[in-house]
């Protein structure tokens, strides 16, 4: 009878993950729209209906694009976090892919004066310092001060089933923290843009002309498990659900991973104080050039089992700092840390010696407070 439950269970599983039909999938909504205008994409190697890339199915659709707009790690999604992305031609269409990513991270009035809408398709983790939300910000404003019109093609949140974190400050606004949101925002990239629309965040309080495509069948409670990986470094759902948590450590010299085939998943430092897990992280062509710690053996934990924290902690980051005698020597790039966190009191909380307890306790106030704001701007049911 157990067994006859169990599979019962999985294949209602199976059947709510086969409904669950992203933005880009919901073409009755969004072909319409787009009939006769110049439309320019802003989209990378997740923009994909069913298994087609979103360029090649409005192509085939005769829908007019004229240019390709690409965020940090390239249409073809291969480049290194932080890597250069430089303009260039898709060597299938032909057609201009602009990079907003580098210097140019807010699209000029001349490259987008050709167009009559620009429509946004990049798959997000929920994570404030993703930077696929930067770049849809500044497509956003860009399209506010032109006059152009958005639509968002929506896609289920990974990491959509909480929020957590500190809330970003005043002074701490940078290209991996834009909006006043807590790490874990608990949102889509629809969502988003509509708080984006509706907080006035866009330079002079401006607000474009916004159309979200919603996601069907989705909730907050869902888990979504991602058909293609992200970016580079997040290949899997295990180091999706840990990035919130590990990526602290890219402020220090502990490696995450990087320069494996497990990143965001295991965390290491060459000393044997740090654990009985090993790894060597080397260059890899398509993950990372030059990860931190190349060639060096790095001893550590293996992230990779049930047991570990699936939501954000900062339980992993306190670890590590305590080992280390020398603080110096461990947070390499305090600014960057505090960028990260959009605050610099998360930092002095751990320096005053404040348990990880203590320091959760301290952001609930201002996470009630989103939690309240946030719900203004939610199409899909919540998670509470």
Same mark, same amino acid.
């Given at each position: 009878?157990?067994?006859?439950?169990?599979?019962?269970?999985?294949?209602?599983?199976?059947?709510?993950?086969?409904?669950?039909?992203?933005?880009?999938?919901?073409?009755?909504?969004?072909?319409?729209?787009?009939?006769?205008?110049?439309?320019?994409?802003?989209?990378?190697?997740?923009? !994909? !209906?069913?298994?087609?890339?979103?360029?090649?199915?409005?192509?085939?659709?005769?829908?007019?694009?004229?240019?390709?707009?690409?965020?940090?790690?390239?249409?073809?999604?291969?480049?290194?976090?932080?890597?250069?992305?430089?303009?260039?031609?898709?060597?299938?269409?032909?057609?201009?892919? !602009?990079?907003?990513?580098?210097?140019?991270?807010?699209?000029?009035?001349?490259?987008?004066?050709?167009?009559?809408?620009?429509?946004?398709?990049?798959?997000?983790?929920?994570?404030?310092?993703?930077?696929?939300?930067?770049?849809?910000?500044?497509?956003?404003?860009?399209?506010?001060?032109?006059?152009?019109?958005?639509? !968002?093609?929506?896609?289920?949140?990974?990491?959509?089933?909480?929020?957590?974190?500190?809330?970003?400050? =005043?002074?701490?606004?940078?290209?991996?923290?834009?909006?006043?949101?807590?790490?874990?925002?608990?949102?889509?990239?629809?969502?988003?843009?509509?708080?984006?629309?509706?907080?006035?965040?866009?330079?002079?309080?401006?607000?474009?002309?916004?159309?979200?495509?919603?996601?069907?069948?989705?909730?907050?409670?869902?888990?979504?498990?991602?058909?293609?990986?992200?970016?580079?470094?997040?290949? %899997?759902?295990?180091?999706?659900?840990?990035?919130?948590?590990?990526?602290?450590?890219?402020?220090?010299?502990?490696?995450?991973?990087?320069?494996?085939?497990?990143?965001?998943?295991?965390?290491?430092?060459?000393?044997?104080?740090?654990?009985?897990?090993?790894?060597?992280?080397?260059?890899?062509?398509?993950?990372?050039? %030059?990860?931190?710690?190349?060639?060096?053996?790095?001893?550590?934990?293996?992230?990779?089992?049930?047991?570990?924290?699936?939501? $954000?902690?900062?339980?992993?980051?306190?670890?590590?700092?305590?080992?280390?005698?020398?603080?110096?020597? $461990?947070?390499?790039? =305090?600014?960057?840390?505090?960028?990260?966190?959009?605050?610099?009191?998360?930092?002095?909380?751990?320096?005053?010696?404040?348990?990880?307890?203590?320091?959760?306790?301290?952001?609930?106030?201002?996470?009630?407070?989103?939690?309240?704001?946030?719900?203004?701007?939610?199409?899909?049911?919540?998670?509470?």
């Amino acid at each position: 009878m157990r067994i006859v439950l169990l599979l019962v269970f999985l294949m209602s599983l199976q059947v709510t993950a086969q409904e669950i039909r992203p933005g880009a999938e919901r073409t009755e909504q969004y072909l319409p729209l787009l009939k006769g205008k110049n439309v320019g994409l802003v989209i990378n190697h997740t923009s !994909v !209906v069913k298994e087609q890339h979103l360029l090649d199915f409005l192509l085939e659709n005769d829908v007019q694009v004229k240019k390709i707009f690409s965020p940090e790690h390239g249409f073809r999604g291969n480049a290194d976090a932080g890597e250069q992305v430089s303009d260039q031609r898709d060597s299938k269409t032909g057609l201009p892919i !602009v990079s907003l990513y580098g210097d140019n991270k807010k699209p000029k009035p001349e490259q987008i004066e050709d167009l009559d809408v620009l429509i946004f398709d990049i798959q997000d983790v929920g994570v404030r310092f993703y930077t696929y939300i930067s770049t849809m910000h500044y497509i956003m404003e860009a399209c506010a001060e032109n006059n152009k019109p958005v639509v !968002v093609f929506d896609r289920p949140n990974p990491n959509g089933d909480y929020i957590a974190g500190p809330v970003l400050k =005043e002074g701490f606004h940078s290209f991996v923290g834009m909006h006043a949101i807590p790490i874990v925002h608990g949102l889509t990239v629809g969502e988003l843009a509509r708080m984006i629309n509706g907080e006035g965040w866009l330079a002079e309080g401006k607000q474009c002309d916004l159309t979200v495509i919603p996601v069907a069948n989705y909730t907050h409670k869902m888990g979504y498990s991602l058909p293609v990986k992200p970016s580079p470094n997040l290949p %899997n759902d295990r180091s999706i659900r840990l990035y919130p948590s590990l990526c602290f450590f890219e402020a220090t010299s502990a490696s995450i991973g990087r320069g494996t085939y497990f990143p965001f998943q295991v965390i290491g430092y060459p000393d044997k104080r740090f654990g009985d897990f090993e790894f060597t992280p080397e260059s890899i062509e398509g993950m990372s050039k %030059n990860p931190k710690q190349l060639g060096e053996v790095c001893y550590g934990v293996d992230l990779r089992t049930p047991s570990c924290h699936e939501r $954000f902690s900062l339980s992993y980051f306190l670890d590590f700092y305590n080992k280390f005698e020398d603080k110096a020597e $461990f947070l390499t790039r =305090e600014r960057w840390f505090n960028l990260l966190s959009g605050t610099d009191k998360v930092l002095e909380a751990i320096r005053a010696g404040q348990t990880l307890e203590m320091i959760e306790a301290s952001w609930k106030p201002e996470l009630e407070a989103y939690q309240s704001m946030r719900k203004n701007y939610l199409l899909y049911p919540d998670f509470d």
